[in-house]
């Protein structure tokens, strides 16, 4: 349509133009054409909202309505004024106010009211009615249309753009019935304004004709009487072509085809029901009502019947026909492998007995969970996590869950349906009589106890979940644990753009010319890694640009982005202002450090087993220590030596802590309570 946007100015000019009809007296032949226009212009709105799918393909009705009634409006000012000041008011309103009512005031009188009455009370009170339940119900359904869409993002039946589309979809059908019980007031007025408008043209055409025309009171009453109701019905006549658009819009449900084809179609769907019409009539017709015109109809509605069943048996043969050749042509055609090819980035899978957490329909959340972990993960991490896929297995036990990472099974549970994970943060008191098993997110000791134990468990000082929690929790921690996986370049590159909106200086400073997308890809995965946020993104990009031209290894990029982000590093590993901390032999950073080999790939760590396996045993024995006396273990070490360290002991205790002093705030206490030695 973009060859019909050099006439949008029209649309402004015709507007003014109607607007200055108030000033201006047009000749009698114009407002002939212009009230021809007028019934047009209603003619074409009419037959449009029959051949619209659904509302929003007419979504300017409600601006119409507007502008239709303005010019109603204006040219009953422009007729009223040829009315009363010539007594003429064009050929129009002469063959409205003498052929269609065959030259007789009264049945113009009456014409006139009963189509006022119709349009007003019937057509524009429902059509008001409607707008406004609509409107209504529109509003209240939006939070839970914007749940379905979310839920259907995260199970993957829609894409993001998907997503979008129907998300501004949802917004304009808002935005429509919102206009549209405001607009269909446009029409009730407009009525109103039509019968005030008659009873003053008649009532000052007889004082106007008989004092200052010289006419006798029946020739005034008759000239004024005829141009008015003439007048009245152009205008009614018009009004009632957008009443009923109005009528049709509103109560026009989404569809895939016009009204004309929808009410073809399911009026005539059931043969049988003419058939039972058809016998219906042909009762009446021995009844003492009219004979022919009963036998006519019936007869007419058997043959449509007969026509209809004789169609709907072709088209079904027809249909079979089709559905064979199509699944013959698919047997032929090779198989399309690429799909196969895809892996999901998170993938949740279930036995068949878990199935009832994630449907809505049986009261199950797992959907909206799943929806507040990514946005939980998005604001502790600084991360998008992708679409997270919840599927049933059948090859799994009925209440039993994995999560997948990138194809490869990470993380598993089962789970008691209708029970209660019952779990000791160490101050409980008392025992709970139930199955024992192990928490898993956390590996803790936990007791499964039926919905009768939870109060008193709750009172014992146990903490108390529910199955979906444990799934929700479970599936948080996994997507930490392996954010660093998850985070790929085209992850990276969208938080860059969004970050370029707003510091475009910034990242043209940095990227591509310093760094690559990868390069940046390797730093914020390293952080993930050790549990860091990367929401940041500004001092990271800042901290890269300060450093880029010094050194590309991604290793030492990372170590000063973390000194950089020292107090959110902190804030983040230590709870209070005082923290207590393992630290460090000389002997064993010196050792370290004399271990380090630099390559053109990069450094790496080459010390001997046996040096190895001595500082991993005594690191355990004092991380046993600190974790007896209730204490959070962490572990401190010079900035130089601080990575290497992490990598020695990372796959003996992954989710240890090793902090820099660089990276501790300056008002954070440290107290040594351990130290590693050889």
């Known amino acids: 349509m973009i060859y019909m946007s050099k006439y949008s100015d029209l649309i402004a000019i015709a507007i003014i133009g109607i607007i200055l009809l108030i000033f201006i007296q047009p000749p009698t032949a114009l407002v002939d054409i212009l009230l021809t226009l007028s019934i047009s212009l209603s003619l074409v709105i009419f037959l449009l909202s029959m051949y619209i799918r659904e509302p929003l393909e007419f979504s300017i009705f409600p601006t119409m309505l507007l502008i239709t009634t303005l010019f109603r409006l204006v040219l009953n000012f422009s007729t009223t004024r040829l009315i009363l000041s010539e007594a003429d008011a064009g050929k129009v309103v002469y063959a409205f106010g003498n052929f269609v009512t065959r030259g007789n005031p009264v049945v113009g009188v009456i014409m006139f009211l009963i189509l006022t009455i119709v349009q007003f009370l019937v057509i524009t009170k429902g059509s008001e009615r409607v707008a406004e339940v609509a409107a209504r119900f529109t509003l209240d359904a939006m939070p839970g249309k914007q749940m379905a869409i979310d839920a259907d993002l995260n199970s993957g039946l829609i894409n993001e753009l998907e997503a979008k589309d129907r998300r501004k979809k949802i917004q304009r059908e808002a935005d429509f019935y919102g206009a549209m019980d405001g607009a269909s007031k446009f029409v009730k007025g407009d009525a109103i304004a039509g019968i005030l408008i008659t009873i003053i043209n008649v009532s000052a055409g007889f004082v106007i004709g008989m004092l200052q025309m010289g006419m006798s009171w029946q020739e005034a009453g008759s000239t004024f009487m005829n141009l008015t109701i003439g007048d009245g019905l152009v205008g009614q006549i018009s009004a009632l072509f957008i009443s009923i658009a109005a009528g049709m819009v509103v109560t026009r449900a989404a569809s895939d085809s016009n009204l004309g084809n929808d009410v073809i179609k399911q009026l005539l769907a059931q043969p049988k029901v003419l058939y039972l019409a058809a016998g219906a009539l042909l009762i009446l017709a021995f009844t003492g009502l009219p004979p022919i015109p009963n036998i006519i109809i019936a007869v007419v509605l058997i043959v449509i019947g007969y026509s209809l069943q004789k169609t709907i048996k072709e088209a079904a043969i027809e249909e079979e026909i089709k559905a064979q050749d199509v699944e013959v042509e698919e047997i032929r055609k090779p198989e399309n492998v690429m799909t196969l090819l895809q892996i999901d980035p998170i993938e949740l899978e279930f036995g068949y007995g878990i199935i009832p957490l994630a449907d809505a329909s049986q009261g199950g959340d797992l959907l909206d969970r799943v929806v507040m972990i990514r946005r939980q993960c998005a604001l502790e ?93 479970h599936l948080t921690e996994v997507v930490k644990a392996h954010a660093h996986e998850l985070l790929g370049r085209q992850d990276v590159q969208k938080l860059i753009d969004n970050l370029k909106e707003a510091y475009p200086a910034l990242v043209d400073d940095v990227i591509p010319k310093q760094l690559s997308i990868g390069d940046v890809q390797k730093v914020l995965a390293n952080l993930l890694k050790e549990n860091v946020s990367i929401r940041d993104m500004v001092t990271i990009i800042e901290t890269l640009a300060d450093y880029a031209p010094i050194t590309k290894d991604p290793d030492m990029l990372t170590e000063y982005v973390r000194q950089a982000m020292r107090r959110a590093i902190s804030k983040r590993f230590i709870s209070d202002k005082q923290a207590k901390v393992i630290t460090l032999d000389n002997a064993i950073e010196q050792a370290i450090m004399e271990s380090v080999q630099q390559t053109e790939y990069g450094a790496f760590l080459n010390i001997d087993p046996h040096s190895a396996q001595s500082i991993i045993n005594s690191l355990l024995r004092e991380v046993q220590k600190l974790t007896s006396m209730g204490e959070q273990p962490i572990v401190l070490a010079s900035p130089v030596v601080r990575l290497y360290f992490k990598r020695l002991i990372e796959h003996v205790a992954p989710g240890l802590t090793v902090l820099s002093y660089n990276e501790l705030d300056p008002s954070i206490e440290v107290q040594s309570v351990g130290m590693v030695s050889i």
Not at 385 to 409: A, C, F, M, T
Not at 418 to 446: C, H, Q, R, S, W
């Open 381 to 473: 991490l600084g991360m998008i996590v992708p679409v997270i896929r919840l599927r049933d297995n059948i090859q799994l036990k009925p209440s039993e869950y994995v999560i997948k990472i990138k194809g490869i099974e990470v993380a598993s549970g089962e789970l008691m349906f209708d029970n209660y994970l019952a779990m000791n943060p160490g101050t409980a008191d008392g025992d709970l009589d139930g199955v024992k098993t192990i928490e898993p997110a956390f590996g803790l000791p936990a007791v499964w106890i039926g919905e009768g134990q939870k109060e008193r468990a709750e009172m014992l000082g146990y903490t108390v979940v529910d199955p979906p929690s444990i799934v929700a929790t």
